[in-house]
């Protein structure tokens, strides 16, 4: 696999998400409240097609129609020592739950050609220096009875990525079957703590607790990774 940096494992938690989700528009829950947004085209084009939802085959997680909502998807900074993953308090460790909608195309205005470059500049490349690990596998909500693909990124070396404080990256995320067009709006939202024991070849097993502003907890998450590329 490809060296890689924070940023770059950033771009790839979030590009996935849109490869799956597609063009979103997120409604936050309050001001100031705001959900990390969509990754762009380009971006989505520097994600190594192996960390997509099932191109592994390890993730076996069902596939949801849009009324099967709202759904959940978590996100966490973190460390990997001595074969256990600890999530850490930073502005990417959270978790939001949403629900689609079915909505009407967007109207394309018509305009007049425009002389533009003949070919398309590629993107600036993102710096890479430590080789990491990818951890694949599934996790399942306990009150909302939902599945979808997890994965953890950690560097090989242990030491952190390039420009931060973690060596390592989990995030969880369900796959729905999304109608031509739809929107997407934010139900609740908070931060997450996850711990996933016994890293190996042979993937890790942990859990995922969601929690609200209040401190309560909005739903807990089994994880249970099966596979590790390299």
């Not at 979103?24 to 409240?33: I, K």
Request: proline letters at 12%; hydrophobic letters at 35%; charged letters at 15%.
């Amino acid at each position: 696999m490809r060296p890689t940096t924070l940023s770059f494992l950033l771009v790839a938690a979030l590009g996935v998400l849109v490869a799956c989700h597609g063009n979103q528009t997120f409604t936050p829950l309050a001001p100031g409240e705001q959900p990390p947004g969509p990754a762009s085209s380009q971006e989505r084009a520097l994600i190594p097609p192996g960390i997509r939802p099932r191109a592994s085959g390890v993730c076996s997680a069902p596939e949801y129609k849009p009324n099967a909502g709202p759904f959940v998807v978590f996100f966490a900074n973190g460390n990997v020592k001595k074969g256990t993953f600890k999530s850490s308090t930073s502005p990417l460790t959270l978790w939001f739950a949403f629900r689609v909608k079915k909505s009407k195309p967007t109207p394309i205005p018509s305009s007049s050609p425009t002389t533009g470059p003949s070919t398309i500049p590629s993107p600036t490349p993102i710096p890479t220096n430590r080789p990491a690990y990818i951890y694949e596998g599934e996790y399942t909500l306990a009150k909302a009875k939902q599945t979808g693909c997890a994965f953890v990124f950690t560097t090989q070396s242990g030491k952190p990525f390039t420009g931060s404080k973690y060596n390592a990256l989990a995030f969880g995320d369900p796959l729905i079957k999304y109608p031509p067009h739809y929107k997407t709006k934010v139900v609740a939202h908070g931060a997450v703590s996850i711990k996933i024991a016994k890293l190996s070849a042979n993937g890790g097993k942990g859990t995922a607790t969601l929690l609200l502003g209040n401190g309560n907890t909005f739903d807990t998450a089994k994880v249970t990774l099966t596979y590790r590329s390299p």
